[in-house]
């Protein structure tokens, strides 16, 4: 089995920072892409960010030039960065990997179970 789990949310004024971690573990072979997404109260999951395993990343435009998402390869372990955060920041934060397991030949996509983000005065 595998396993990724968040971590790092929690509550924060306007303007502040917080970094997300996501930890992946279990029988795996090799990790591709990773990514955050969002989720706000009656809204649809989003992408925020994404990460090939050469670091190559892409944004969404609404979080570009505050937000910063990085990889630990050999952790396994995938990190957003956030600064200047806003009120509309708030969010649960999902990270999402497609990855290979021991002993398959195909890929999977994994979701961890979230963490909250809350940017608030």
């Known amino acids: 089995q595998v396993q990724l789990v968040e971590s790092g949310g929690g509550l924060v004024q306007p303007g502040g920072s917080l970094r997300l971690s996501c930890a992946a573990s279990g029988s795996i072979f090799s990790i591709y892409a990773m990514g955050w997404y969002r989720q706000a109260p009656g809204k649809q999951r989003e992408l925020v960010a994404t990460?090939?395993?050469?670091?190559?990343?892409n944004y969404a435009d609404s979080v570009k030039g505050r937000f910063t998402i990085s990889r630990d390869n050999p952790k396994n372990t995938l990190y957003l960065q956030m600064n200047s955060l806003k009120p509309e920041d708030t969010a649960v934060y999902y990270c999402?990997?497609?990855?290979?397991?021991?002993?398959?030949?195909?890929?999977?996509?994994?979701w961890g179970q979230g963490t909250q983000v809350t940017v608030s005065s």
């Open positions: 999402n990997a497609n990855l290979r397991r021991v002993p398959t030949q195909f890929t999977e996509t994994y």
């Open positions: 990460i090939t395993n050469s670091g190559r990343t």
